[in-house]
C-alpha cells in the first residue's frame, strides 16, 4: 500500500496526467480542499452541468455508481466526488456498493474520495484497507495531505507578507504558527489580518500578540511552559482561561503530559548521544520535529529526580480525575502546583 504526499500530488496536478481514483485524507483541511479543486478543474474539461458531480455523505451510492458509469459529455474526462462518506459504520451492502464504484470506476472519470470530518485509520481497520487495496488495484492513488514543516509554512508567511506590502521576519513568522497553529486556511486569514493591521511595513512580535488568535493548542502549551518556567501565577491564570473556555480537564492534564514527554525524550535522548532528527524519526514526529527543538531550553530545569516526581504528580492527577470523586479544578489546581513545587520548591 503505497501512499504518496504533496509533492507526488503536484507532479500529477503540473502535468495534468491524473489517475482515475483519489483517496484523500489528512490533517490539513487547506490542502485537501485546494487539490480536490485543482483536480477538478483539470479532470472537468466540459460543462460543469454535465461533467462535475459532487456527493456528500448522505447521498445515495447507487447515485454515485451511475455518475462514475455516465460517459463525459462532449470532454474527454468528467469528475466525480465523494466526501466524508462513513463507510466504517455504513450496512454490509452499502460498503460492497462501495468496493463496486471503486472497482469500476474507469479511464475517462476521476473519482475522488475526501475525509476531511472523518478520520481514517489506514493501519488497523480492515474497511479502510480494503478500499485502499482495491483503489490502488484500480490505478488510483492515495494521497495523505498533513500540515506542511514548519519551515515551508513559514516562507509561505515570509512571502505572502511581501505580496501585501508587509515585511514578517522568519522567526515571527514561526511565532505566528506557534500561536495561531499549521492549519494553512486559518495562518492565512491570519496574515489578511495582520497586514490590513500595519498597512506597510514590519509585522513584529508586539503586533502578532495584539491581532492574531490564540489556539486552545497554544494556550495548553504556555500552560506547561509558564510552570516549567517557574511562573506559578501566570499558569494558574491560564489554567482559569481553559476553565472559562471550557475545555475539557483530561485534555489539559493530557496536553500537560505530553510535554514532559517530549522533555523525558529530549533528555534521554541526549544522554545516549542522539540527535533531535534521530529522537523525531524514532518516534514520528514528523513535521512536529520543531516541539522537540523547543524542549532543548527547558532541559536544564530537569534531573532524573525532577522528571520521574513529575510524572507521578501527572500521574496522580489523571487517577483522581478519572475517578469523578473529586473537584476537577481543584485537582487541576493541585496538580499545577505540585509540578511547580517538584521544580522549584527545593530551590
Known amino acids: 500500500m503505497a501512499i504518496i504526499g504533496e509533492e507526488m500530488l503536484i507532479k500529477d496536478v503540473r502535468s495534468k496526467r491524473l489517475s482515475n481514483i483519489y483517496f484523500i485524507f489528512g490533517n490539513d483541511s487547506y490542502l485537501k480542499q485546494y487539490y480536490c479543486d485543482k483536480i477538478s478543474s483539470i479532470a472537468c474539461t466540459g460543462d460543469p452541468f454535465f461533467n462535475l458531480q459532487k456527493f456528500d455523505n448522505n447521498s445515495s451510492l447507487q447515485d454515485v455508481y451511475d455518475a462514475i458509469k455516465q460517459y463525459p459529455m462532449m470532454a474527454d ?5 465523494l466526501e466524508d462518506y462513513d463507510f466504517a459504520k455504513c450496512e454490509k451492502g452499502d460498503f460492497e456498493k462501495l468496493c463496486t464504484i471503486i472497482s469500476e470506476t474507469s479511464d475517462g472519470c476521476v473519482f475522488v474520495l475526501k475525509f476531511d470530518a472523518i478520520t481514517l485509520d489506514i493501519k488497523k481497520d480492515s474497511r ?3 478500499l485502499i487495496s482495491l ?4 490505478g488510483g492513488k492515495v494521497v495523505e495531505l498533513n500540515h506542511r514543516p514548519i ?6 508567511l515570509v512571502k505572502g507578507a511581501l505580496k501585501r506590502g508587509c515585511n514578517l521576519s522568519e522567526s515571527n513568522a514561526r511565532y505566528i504558527i506557534e500561536k495561531s497553529g499549521e492549519d494553512i486556511s486559518l495562518l492565512k486569514n ?9 498597512k506597510s511595513g514590519e509585522i513584529t512580535k508586539e503586533i502578532i500578540d495584539k491581532v492574531c488568535v490564540k489556539t486552545v493548542e497554544s494556550s495548553l502549551y504556555d500552560f506547561a511552559t509558564f510552570i516549567i518556567s517557574g511562573k506559578l501565577q501566570d499558569a494558574l491564570k491560564i489554567l482559569d482561561d481553559m476553565f ?11 496536553s500537560v503530559s505530553s510535554v514532559y514527554l517530549d522533555i523525558y525524550r529530549v533528555y534521554e535522548g541526549q544522554k545516549s548521544n542522539k540527535s533531535i532528527d534521530d529522537i523525531a524519526s524514532d518516534f514520528d514526529y514528523g513535521s512536529r520535529k520543531f516541539i522537540l527543538n523547543k524542549t532543548i531550553p527547558k532541559l536544564k530545569n530537569f534531573n532524573i529526580r525532577k522528571l520521574s516526581d513529575s510524572f507521578s504528580i501527572l500521574l496522580n492527577c489523571d487517577k483522581a480525575l478519572k475517578s469523578f470523586s473529586g473537584n476537577e479544578r481543584l485537582c487541576l489546581e493541585k496538580m499545577t502546583v ?3 513545587n517538584a521544580l522549584w520548591g527545593n530551590t
Open 128 to 130: 479502510t484497507k480494503k
Open 190 to 198: 491570519e496574515l489578511d489580518k495582520l497586514c490590513a493591521f500595519v
Open 244 to 254: 472559562f473556555m471550557r475545555i475539557e480537564p483530561l485534555v489539559i492534564l493530557h
Open 151 to 156: 519551515g515551508q509554512t513559514s516562507n509561505m
Open 338 to 340: 505540585d509540578l511547580f
Open 77 to 81: 474526462s468528467k469528475y466525480v466526488s
Open 135 to 138: 483503489a490502488c488495484k484500480n
